[in-house]
């Protein structure tokens, strides 16, 4: 399952948490080993296990991450899905992350130079997710895309069934632009 997916942050959830389990476990244990080995906590697996508990505290971080993430609700995938998509990139479950504001996206839909995304989230501040998403497709050299974030989800849906309908094909250009969100959402 890659990124973009529904379901995605579910199961990336689950993986997060196993993996920050075994990286402590594994970092606990050396730690113990090396002081039932020689009785004293002054010995070279302790330093082991300290260095060990650095990509164990950073999985922690990206747990913590994902655990704040809830995804794409039942409902709004199956609204997502009961319009026709055609050739419209569709994407769920998006997490995106700046230096002020996180932005949690339920559906995104890309096409003909326009993203427009579903958020359930109430706390999540559409012009400021707007301006970061235009911010970083302008750095990475496609200016000229219209963004548009709704909370509701039936205005939402109303611009996905227009945006659905259009026959005008850009459709290399918005593979790039939805690689682009895909990058830099969790």
Known sequence: MTKGCYGYLRRQKKIEIIRTILYFAVSLAIFIMGYL???TKANLLTIVAVLGSLPASKSMVSMIMYLKADGCSPDCHAMAQSVESGDTLLFYDL?????????????????????CGCTEDDKCDL????????????????????????????????????????????????????????????
């Open 37 to 39: 080995s020689t009785g």
């Open 95 to 115: 997490y995106l992350t700046s230096y002020r504001n996180n932005f949690q996206i339920s559906i995104m839909a890309v096409k003909n130079n326009t993203v």
């Open 127 to 186: 012009a400021a997710g707007e301006k970061h998403i235009s911010e970083i497709l302008q750095q990475s050299g496609y200016g000229g895309v219209t963004v548009k974030l709704f909370d509701n989800r039936e205005k939402f849906r109303e611009r996905l069934t227009a945006l659905c309908a259009a026959q005008e094909k850009t459709q290399e250009k918005d593979e790039a632009v939805a690689q682009v969100i895909k990058d830099i959402s969790l």
